[in-house]
């Protein structure tokens, strides 16, 4: 069993700064791909960041210039850098990461954690 735990959350005033963290754990051999998502109210969860092994990284065109996800391997952590904040960006934030397990790849999901971002 594979389990992410996200964490970095919370409220902050717009043109803020919040560093998300999204920690794997449990029996796998190795990460794939990482990736985060949101979802706001109401609307559809959206991919945000994504990132490859071999660190080729993809972002909405909504956060690009603002947002910057890395992963540290050795730590089998994912990381979401979010600056200039906007409340647009206030969601729930997923890690979702494409795990080699003993049946081949799966993909798993963290329980998700707010980010609201006041005017």
């Known amino acids: 069993q594979v389990q992410l735990v996200e964490s970095g959350g919370g409220l902050v005033q717009a043109g803020g700064s919040l560093r998300l963290s999204c920690a794997a754990s449990?029996?796998?051999?190795?990460?794939?791909?990482m990736a985060w998502f949101r979802q706001a109210p109401g609307k559809q969860r959206e991919l945000v960041a994504a990132?490859?092994?071999?660190?080729?990284?993809n972002y909405a065109d909504s956060v690009k210039g603002r947002f910057a996800i890395s992963r540290d391997n050795a730590k089998n952590t994912g990381y979401l850098q979010m600056n200039s904040l906007k409340p647009e960006d206030t969601a729930v934030y997923y890690c979702?990461?494409?795990?080699?397990?003993?049946?081949?790849?799966?993909?798993?999901w963290g329980q998700g954690t707010q980010v609201t971002v006041s005017s």
């Open positions: 990132i490859t092994t071999g660190a080729i990284t």
């Open positions: 979702k990461a494409r795990v080699e397990v003993r049946s081949g790849l799966r993909d798993y």
């Open positions: 449990g029996s796998f051999y190795s990460i794939d791909t």
